[in-house]
């Protein structure tokens, strides 16, 4: 809040000045959206291109301000890093979307769910054990659940953010590294990753069907993920012809607009009962 108000003292007769008051009025909610139950979580589903079997669902943060209504995470996401909120609410993230994954397991769904962490979250140093009490809180299987880092906050300290991993990896849970091929990726740390997913990010997916060096560079990756035995799934997938052109390039999995929009739980359960492969 200092860093906010030291912001709109610096500048106070800007055009922009009205953006700041805005923000403000936005950070200042955002203390008070945990407890009053504000943020929900919805789902992605994903879909195993070789079976056309819903296999995964990424959880996506939502808040629903009482006036303002839904908030993208685009926008108040980097507002809690800066507030220093986001490990609150990544912790309430991770200990909902483990209950959630709990309850699929108990439906007798085998869904794996995935978990985003951000960058200030990774950097935690007690981040090991808050993932273990949100795993062990919810008693879901650790296999169920997959935790998407991106590159940027891996390379940060990649020595470390390899043990980190490993150790996360050793409790049975999955790492997937997410919005791959957008980052300034060290190929040589990529490799040394313990992971288990690449997600091809959608800028690689959209334009697909007409962009040549796309095709060549997401067929390369999933080459390379599939020689080191990873899971390749692309985001962003709309139409059915991108589907066509990424199944080509060997891509086992896609999430996107074309299987569904990230829905409540209960629009997950009611898919997955009625899915047909598009
Ligand atoms: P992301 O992790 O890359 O999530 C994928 C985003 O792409 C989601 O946006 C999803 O709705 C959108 N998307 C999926 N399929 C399609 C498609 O076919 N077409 C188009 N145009 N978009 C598609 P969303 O939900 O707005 O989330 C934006 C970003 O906010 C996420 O990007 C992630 O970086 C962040 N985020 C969301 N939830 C969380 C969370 O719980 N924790 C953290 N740390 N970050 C989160
Ligand atoms: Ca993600
Ligand atoms: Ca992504
Ligand atoms: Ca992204």
């Known amino acids: 809040q200092s860093q906010a108000r030291s912001l709109l003292v610096a500048t106070p007769n800007t055009p922009s000045n009205s953006r700041f008051t805005e ?46 209504g839904l908030v993208s995470p ?93 150790r996360l990896r050793e409790t049975g849970l999955k790492i997937a590294l997410d919005d791959f091929g957008i980052g300034h990726s060290s190929l040589e740390y990529l490799l040394r990753f313990p992971i288990d997913a690449i997600k091809i990010d959608r800028a690689f997916v959209t334009n697909i069907t007409h962009v040549q060096a796309d095709r060549v560079i997401v067929r390369a990756v999933t080459a390379i993920g599939q020689t080191m035995g990873l899971s390749v799934i692309a985001e962003g997938v709309e139409t059915l012809r991108q589907c066509d052109f990424i199944e080509a390039l060997g891509v086992t999995e896609i999430q996107g607009y074309l299987i569904g929009k990230p829905m409540e739980s209960a629009q997950i359960e009611t898919l997955i009962a009625n899915f047909v492969r598009p």
């Not at 203390?31 to 992605?44: G, I, K, N, S």
């Not at 589903?45 to 079976?51: F, S, Y």
């Open 74 to 166: 685009v926008r108040f996401i980097p507002l809690l890093e800066s507030l220093g909120l986001i490990s609150d609410v990544g912790q309430w993230v991770l200990e909902d979307a483990c209950r959630q994954a709990r309850r699929w397991e108990q439906m007798g769904l085998a869904l794996r769910v995935g978990i985003n962490l951000s960058p200030r979250q990774f950097l935690e140093p007690d981040l090991f054990d808050k993932i273990q009490r949100a795993v062990v809180l919810s008693g879901v299987n650790p296999a169920h659940i997959e935790l998407e880092i991106t590159e940027s906050l891996a390379m940060q300290d990649p020595a470390n953010a390899i043990l980190l991993l490993g």
């Open 23 to 68: 923000t403000l009025a936005v950070e200042r909610a955002l203390h008070t959206a945990l407890e009053r139950r504000e943020f929900f979580l919805v789902y992605q589903p994903q879909m195993d291109l070789r079976t056309g079997v819903i296999v995964g669902a990424e959880s996506l943060l939502r808040w629903q301000h009482p006036t303002w």
